[in-house]
């Protein structure tokens, strides 16, 4: 019904950036929020970032001045741009969107995660 499509991981150095894109289709009447979570070996999944459809968005402390959500509406993308990457990002990212389908039933979906490696 949706498919939420992550691109954008790899291996960079310590300092260095990113930027992921997670892109939505399928029978898709509405995108509210929009976000990624991230989950590190033997870690649970955590909250990176998120932005509601009016803008608004939330960060996670640990990536606050670092890390930036964006979306585009129009394409039913969104992006986070990493910079000042530290070994500690590194983790799996995971895209979230809470969406309505055409029919009427909202619900949470998840993409299938890409790798982010941050190392020397």
């Known amino acids: 019904q949706v498919q939420l499509v992550e691109s954008g991981g790899g291996l960079v150095q310590p300092g260095g950036s990113l930027t992921l894109s997670c892109a939505a289709s399928?029978?898709?009447?509405?995108?509210?929020?929009m976000g990624w979570y991230r989950q590190a070996p033997g870690e649970q999944r955590e909250l990176v970032t998120r932005i509601h459809n009016d803008g608004i968005t939330d960060y996670a402390d640990s990536v606050k001045g670092r890390f930036t959500i964006s979306r585009d509406n129009f394409k039913k993308t969104a992006y986070l741009q990493m910079n000042s990457l530290k070994p500690e990002d590194t983790a799996v990212y995971y895209c979230n969107a809470d969406v309505r389908i055409f029919g009427g039933m909202r619900r949470d979906y998840w993409g299938q995660g890409t790798q982010v490696t941050v190392s020397s």
């Open positions: 399928g029978i898709i009447s509405s995108i509210y929020t």
